[in-house]
């Protein structure tokens, strides 16, 4: 049982032995704000009562349909309870309830800024069951647009982060940079947002030829737009006095409460799954992982800034890497064969009959596996039985941490800094109500 510490959980004493925080104690958590007290000789020592006040599920403070029930002494938050239930998306059980390839559109709708991300975690954990070997092109297009689609979502908290701070000018560069990447996933999957992209044993679509240049030419223009946004944001004093020392979260309070991705690194600690656990082939990629030591909001800023340039490095090694080749097994128990072959012969109508109605036969079996979305660690747990669908599927939201500690984080700040706090953990409603 854990030890309880002032109502916000605590380490288990009676943990596995050698794991992080068995025997110790239980420890207050740091990284938060305490209200100053009226000291000045020049204040008024004015007397007020507490006042709650309701801000969602549709508020500008929130982010899609959260709500939080602050209670305010002045401008200062004293406590705060998130209401995260209007969303109803039951994304476990809807993948429950359809075969194991019917459900890349319900992980587009996790983080929907980034969906390709998501579509190749999945991919991950089924082929994992599946003992499966995935060609080496379908590996780099799987890196090339799932490195695409993490600029967009650094694109979109920065570019959001700078207009609620009173920064118009950033996001409609954010935006514009954001759409040019958004019109190159649609040349190579159909879709702007929710692409749908990966298949179990590789990718659905190869890249057109001219697609290569195309997306050189779009990121020498992204980064144009990316180096303007930082001249405007990070040296800006209102900027700056908003989001440095606000939110504040300590690395050993980020440990405890599971912050994984830019928000971990921004307290300092190194962890990036890309690294640790290498998948598809970034182990062949050359890259940085950019650390914080502050764990405000100005640090979590900086991280997406500098992620950015590293998935732009990425993105340009895939290109010149990756060699002509299969984007998808030839094994058409997992894959749809081609047309000609379910037009023209009967093992081809048959296998096209029973991956649609039936879905993949997966070997029973259970598996976790876990990748580096936009937002931190992004894990399915999956059990099958063998047959079509997924007898138990579990998912790790890496949202839903950061949401978690969001009351700790505020507690003691003003009201205002709970704005570039929220932007700057980034909560998708889509991934963390599920």
Known sequence: MATDSHGMGGRDPQATPGSFGAGEPARPFEGQHHARGYEGALDAPLKGRQMVVNLGPSHPAMHGVTRAVVALEGETIVEMKLDIGFLHRGFEKSCENVTWGQCFPYTDRLNYVSSILNNVGFALVVEKLCKMEVP??????????????RICDHLTLVAAMGLELGAMTVFLYGIEARDLIWDRLTEICGARLTSNYVRVGGVSRDCPDDWPAKVEQTLARVAELRETIDKLLTRNRIFMDRTRGTGVISREDALDFGFTGPCLRASGEPYDIRKA??????????????????????????????EMRQSDRIVRQCLRQMEPGDIVVQDFRYVLPPKPQVYGTIEGLMAHFKLVMEGIKVPAGEAYSYTEAANGELGFYAVSDGGGRAYKLGLRAPGWPMVAALPHMTKGALLADLVPTYDSINMIGGEVEQ
Request: no cysteine; proline share 5%.
């Open 136 to 149: 080496l092109r379908a590996r780099y297009l799987r890196v090339l647009t799932g490195e695409l689609h």
């Open 277 to 306: 656990a290498p998948y598809l082939v970034y182990d062949q990629l050359d890259f940085d992982v950019p650390v914080g030591k502050n764990g405000d909001n100005f640090d979590r800023y900086l991280m997406r800034m500098e």
